[in-house]
């Protein structure tokens, strides 16, 4: 699986992005698909995830109540709605891909796409 996001920029404290994350090569909807964050001088950390069905979904505390996750399996592509946006929750974002369940942990997934940078201002 090839894992392309895309969707970051700058935006004002409060305002909204949506990420996205296009999958391409084997059959995304086998994957559990989870996105990540790496602020500079941090450990990447969990944000959310999604079932393959996305029919169950979990949110770092965070970012729960703000962020939302959500996939469509017939366009091979997961998003991540972000809302409220916190000059905290500037990082590079990863989306990556698991054929299992999903998971919090980073090393469990077996592929990583880029990475897009989100920058709040306050």
């Known amino acids: 699986v090839q894992l392309q996001a895309s969707g970051g920029g700058l935006v004002q404290a409060g305002g909204s992005l949506r990420l996205s994350c296009a999958a391409s090569?084997?059959?995304?909807?086998?994957?559990?698909m989870g996105w990540f964050r790496q602020a500079p001088g941090k450990e990447r950390e969990f944000v959310a995830a999604?079932?393959?069905?996305?029919?169950?979904?979990y949110y770092a505390d965070s970012v729960k109540g703000r962020f939302t996750i959500s996939r469509d399996n017939a366009k091979n592509t997961v998003y991540l709605q972000m809302n409220s946006l916190k000059p905290e929750d500037t990082a590079v974002y990863y989306c990556?891909?698991?054929?299992?369940?999903?998971?919090?942990?980073?090393?469990?997934?077996?592929?990583w796409g880029q990475g897009t940078l989100v920058t709040v201002s306050s």
């Open positions: 990556a891909a698991v054929s299992g369940d999903y998971s919090i942990n980073p090393r469990v997934y077996d592929y």
């Open positions: 090569g084997r059959t995304f909807s086998r994957y559990a």
């Open positions: 999604i079932s393959w069905s996305g029919g169950s979904t």
